[in-house]
């Protein structure tokens, strides 16, 4: 049973940087596609962006492109989520996802991952 654990949530300001990590537990790290998805409070959980197996190919939601970059560190079997320009529209619960592929180009982008972690909390303040 794959666990995967985020961390790094915290309260920031309008336009601060912030780096969300997440331990897995997946193995071999390589065989999974991976992401992140997001709960703002009162909303529906929503994707943010997803990775594939070997990091070849993002994908981004709109509202995010240009300002968070997804990646895997593979020696330490990490997903990071580095999120610039932080606005308060970011404020949300966010979730790492694992999902393992035969492709090593998918890229997932629905809720659809076997493997959750539990939610770190991001608030952007104005």
């Known amino acids: 049973q794959a666990q995967l654990v985020e961390s790094g949530g915290r309260l920031v300001q309008s336009g601060d940087s912030l780096r969300l990590s997440c331990t897995a537990s997946?193995?071999?790290?390589?065989?999974?596609?991976m992401a992140w998805f997001r709960r703002p409070p009162g909303k529906e959980r929503e994707f943010v962006a997803a990775i594939s197996r070997y990091s070849s190919r993002t994908e981004y939601t709109n509202t995010v492109k240009d300002r968070f970059i997804i990646t895997k560190d593979y020696n330490n079997r990490m997903l990071y989520l580095d999120m610039n320009s932080l606005k308060p529209e970011d404020t949300a619960v966010y979730y790492c996802?694992?999902?393992?592929?035969?492709?090593?180009?998918?890229?997932?982008?629905?809720?659809?991952?076997?493997?959750w972690g539990q939610g770190t909390q991001v608030t952007v303040s104005s």
């Open positions: 996802a694992a999902e393992r592929t035969q492709s090593t180009t998918e890229v997932i982008t629905t809720p659809t991952y076997h493997y």
């Open positions: 997946t193995s071999p790290f390589s065989d999974y596609a």
